[in-house]
């Protein structure tokens, strides 16, 4: 039995939803929504006053008040807020500021038509700017809606419909074939494969089944499965990933800074050639020209628009990005640092060598390793446990684990020893020397004899030495690996990964140490899997994190989280980056010689008020096409993006 909403109850909270979720546009579309009553109601007075003055000629007066009125209507806000700008030394108010003394000009000069008509025709394509602005915001403003809003509790056998604000920590769901996940929660029963792609970039599905971990915005294909929600609806890894990318959205670049230290002395300079322009000419409509066009619409999106661009493009391929300091900081990086487990490698340990002592069967090593590991929890007993299934286990043991040495096995007189060569020697078992050799090995023993060593190894993950070749033809060629491994274990992975340095045995502190040590001198780029790498992520000039999806540690900490283990990601990132920049010094290039360029074509007479305010958006929308370049496809192939 399914209990649905009711539709009035239905509306009412969606209503809620959207007044609890507020879109990342949401102030600036009240603001063009203001804006546009305020344009219909002083075109309206406009309308009014022509057509009373063609019905009723002669009388000024009514005309006059009907155009006093709509210039108020229209102009008042515009005032205001360009009065707010002044004093706050705010930018994006820097248009409204020369519009209000381009508004009374016109008014003392006579022009009322041309007083409504100004704000009026801005207006209009201020509003075709938010919606170029909009589209680039898609791909962020859409992410929200991918989290489901439903979900199915069951509660003694019954499942009933609740919203996934209302789950608690422990609660069961059931998600059918075809619905979203609303929460972060583990598998109890069913097996089903997930889509995953508008998180990480994954284009194929994931198996899951129980025990495995499945989290919101992802999409359960077929199969229907029971869940435990680990987290409540705020809390999942889906809503803080929205957050930090509306945090990203609003932060400001250096560029940005830049341009409102710029802007203290544009203003007064366009005043200052206005009313040189008035003096010299007599023409006061000239000195309104150049106060329209010169509104700064295309300087206010110099940074913003490419960050938003890169935003999106990033987020396509499964990576977040946290902070904009990262189009600066990260053009910048000519070093990369990188963990090792997790990182460079899966973290996936695999069995590499069995050698057994002489005199010792292969069979009687493994069913040893066996007997033992399938009780610990220890990575490399799992490893063994897993790939060695085969042979038949002893049983009737008495299991004793000790932490970092090993497992021990008793029944009766027998005694059975699984790990370091410590705990064999603990025992009075003495390895032999050509079994201690550096890696990672474990080591067997039975009744005080021993049996031999079995050798794992960490596999390496699928296109890290690709990785490391493209960061090379980037101009990156200081690569470091860091790694609390033996030094031979870190040699190797240098030799079969094409890494420039190595540092082995190295603890969390250590690493936080050496980067430190390293920002003195170069641009640092830490890659970690921030599990136990939070200090050198937050240390580095930027942070990267590796497969970070649910990794709350990861995404809080680093700059930039890859939601997938894909390497091709960092060569892809610090392109974006570089890409970006350069965009961003053309946007201000774009952007200075369009206000100049209007500004004497107004000066000498050429544009006039009217079309001014038309005009004087072409650099704003030449940013715009411009910082869309960056959403073009882009590949690890092109180490610059293919930008000129």
Same mark, same amino acid.
């Given at each position: 039995?399914?209990?649905?909403? @009711? ?21 600036? +579309? /009240? ?17 009014? !006053? ?6 009723? @000629? ?11 009125? #709509?210039? $108020? ?28 003394i381009a508004i009374i000009i016109s008014m003392l000069s006579g022009q009322y038509v041309v007083a409504i008509m100004v704000p009026l025709l801005l207006t209009l394509v201020h509003f075709l700017e938010e919606k170029s602005i909009v589209g ?39 998600? /059918? ?6 929460? *972060?929660? /583990? ?46 609806? /705020? ?39 206005? !009313? ?29 628009? @490419? ?6 493009? =990033?987020?396509?391929? #499964? %990576? ?27 973290? *996936? ?6 050698? &057994? =002592? ?33 042979? @038949? ?5 008495? %299991? ?5 040495? #090993? ?36 080591? !067997? ?97 930027? #942070?990267?994190?590796?497969? &970070? ?26 392109? $974006?980056?570089?890409? &970006? ?52 496809? +882009? ?10």
């Open positions: 039995m399914v209990k649905s909403y @009711p539709a009035v109850e239905r509306i009412a909270l969606d209503a809620a939803e959207d007044t609890l979720e507020p879109s990342l546009l949401r102030e600036d +579309q /009240k603001h063009i929504s203001s804006s546009i009553r305020g344009a219909m109601g002083a075109l309206t007075c406009v309308i009014a !006053a022509q057509i009373y003055q063609r019905l009723i @000629p002669g009388q000024d007066t009514p005309v006059s008040l009907a155009y006093l009125i #709509g210039i $108020l209507i229209i102009g008042i806000p515009i005032a205001v807020t360009g009065v707010k700008g002044l004093l706050q030394r705010e930018l994006c108010f820097a248009v409204e500021l020369l519009v209000t680039g915001q898609d791909a962020i403003d859409g992410l929200r809606k991918m989290q489901s809003n439903v979900a199915l509790r069951i509660v003694d056998g019954v499942e009933t419909q609740v919203h996934a604000r209302d789950l608690k920590t422990g609660d069961v769901i059931l998600v /059918k074939p075809g619905m979203g996940f609303p929460i *972060d929660g /583990k598998v109890l029963t069913g097996v089903s494969s997930v889509n995953a792609q508008s998180l990480t970039g994954e284009m194929l599905p994931v198996d899951v089944g129980p025990s495995d971990a499945v989290y919101a915005g992802t999409l359960n294909i077929h199969g229907a499965l029971t869940v435990s929600v680990e987290k409540a609806w /705020k809390d999942t890894s889906f809503q803080k990933i929205i957050r930090m990318l509306e945090e990203t959205g609003k932060s400001v670049t250096p560029e940005s800074r830049i341009m409102d230290r710029f802007m203290a002395y544009y203003i007064p300079l366009i005043l200052v050639i206005a !009313a040189l322009v008035w003096f010299f000419t007599g023409q006061i409509e000239r000195a309104a020209a150049i106060l329209v066009v010169s509104c700064p619409c295309g300087h206010m999106l110099i940074s913003s628009a @490419p960050l938003i661009a890169s935003i999106a493009s =990033a987020s396509k391929r #499964g %990576i977040l990005i946290r902070s904009a300091s990262f189009v600066e900081k990260l053009a910048r990086a000519d070093a990369v640092f990188f963990d090792k487990t997790g990182t460079i490698t899966s973290g *996936d340990i695999t069995i590499q060598t069995a050698e &057994a =002592a002489e005199g010792v069967s292969d069979q009687e090593l493994y069913t040893t390793a066996f007997s033992l590991s399938q009780y610990s929890a220890h990575p490399l007993s799992k490893a063994i446990a897993s790939q060695i299934a085969g042979y @038949p286990a002893e049983e009737g043991y008495s %299991i004793e684990e000790r932490g970092g040495m #090993g497992v021990i096995g008793t029944r009766g007189e027998d005694v059975l020893l699984l790990g370091s060569d410590a705990l064999l020697s603990d025992y009075g078992i003495t390895v032999p020397h050509s079994f201690r050799s550096g890696g990672m090995f474990t080591h !067997a023993a039975r009744n005080g004899r021993y049996l031999g060593r079995i050798g794992f190894s960490d596999t390496i993950r699928e296109g890290a030495k690709e990785m490391i070749d493209e960061l090379k033809k980037m101009g990156i060629n200081d690569t470091c690996l860091l790694t609390g491994d033996k030094l031979d274990v870190a040699l190797r992975l240098q030799r079969e990964c094409g890494i420039g340095d190595v540092k082995a045995q190295v603890l969390p502190e250590q690493k936080q140490r050496i980067i430190n040590e390293a920002r003195e001198s170069r641009n640092v780029v830490f890659v970690g899997d921030g599990v136990n790498d939070a200090l050198a992520l937050s240390e580095a000039d930027i #942070g990267i994190a590796m497969a &970070a999806m649910g990794n709350d540690t990861a995404i809080q900490s680093a700059d930039i989280s890859l939601m997938n283990n894909h390497m091709s990601g960092i060569p892809f990132i610090i392109n $974006l980056a570089r890409r &970006a920049q350069r965009i961003i010094r053309q946007n201000m290039l774009i952007a200075f010689l369009s206000s100049i360029l209007m500004i004497l074509l107004s000066g000498i007479g050429v544009i006039t008020v009217l079309p001014g305010a038309l005009l004087h958006n072409v650099g704003a929308f030449a940013v715009l096409l411009n910082s869309g370049r960056i959403l073009q496809k +882009q590949t690890s192939d092109s180490p610059e993006g293919g930008d000129a």
